[in-house]
């Protein structure tokens, strides 16, 4: 079954972040409403997370500073906590990944100060999925299993920790104990009904299947995870997916289809601002192309892209 085009269309109009799946969280951490000396900070804070959900990310950046900027000089510990995550979210989109350290360091020397279980773990969250990123694999499963057993984490930061423990498995091509990670992830993302950590699940199972050469059960997969990041408004999720599921398409032999996922993958990039990833793809889709007309035998499966893991 594939992805209407209507559906295509609407994504394309329309984490963190990086590659399929690995699961940022920091938004839901906003701090609570507050009295009116510190309504401005909430309301940057909201202002930059609709421009980052309207895949404005310049906008929010800027907006996510001016925030930062405010909850400094307010000594407001959660709201900086928030926008630092946020901060390095967006730079770690763009591959700026010391930045992206950076801003998370922060932010974990402030949750220790404020002795926040929650806030600590989705940081050690964040710097583990920045640390696989740079593929030093070792140190982020370290990060990804102190905010699993840290006491006082709640269930949709450990669900983030188990897929991402999940992704460390499937680097280093561990698949049974990755799909397990998974699974356990899954369970608790189910119970909270959060669905962009489904997605994320759901895409990941399906990289799996695309690893262990079996593309159409990928392809079944890669589509459950695409509608529910669709659905979840997580713009910096779909074209990773979209990108997996054009590989396992053409995997399975369908090269028309593989190669219009692609494209709305690289498009998609192209609207969030994302241009070296963009740039890859497009590279991918020139030898996916270069392979289709080639006088002798069909297309050729597309090497892996680097921006999946």
Known sequence: MRIGARARKVGTAGV????????????????????????????????????????????ARVTYRLALTMADKAVDLKAQIAAHIALARLAAAHERNAEASAELANALDLARRLND????????????EVGRAQGELEEARQFFQQALDLPGATEKTRAAALNNLGEVARAERRFPEALEFYRQSQALNEKLEYKAGLAANLANIGAVHLSQGNPREAVQWLQRGYRLAFESGDRLALPPILTTLGQAYVAAGD?????????????????LGLEAKAGALTREIQRLQEAAFAPQTGAQAPPASKHHR
């Not at 590659?19 to 951490?29: E, M, P």
């Not at 009295?35 to 609709?50: C, M, V, W």
């Not at 090269?255 to 219009?260: A, D, I, K, P, R």
């Open 16 to 59: 963190f972040v990086l590659l399929i799946a690995a699961l940022w969280v920091g938004l839901s951490l906003l701090p609570e409403r507050s009295p009116e000396d510190r309504k401005q900070i909430a309301d940057l804070l909201d202002g930059a997370e609709a421009s980052e959900a309207r895949g404005r990310l310049m906008e």
């Open 117 to 128: 279980a929650e806030r600590t773990a989705t940081v050690l969250n964040n710097l583990g």
């Open 255 to 271: 090269v028309q289809e593989g190669g219009l996922s692609l494209i709305e993958a690289r498009d998609q990039y192209l609207l």
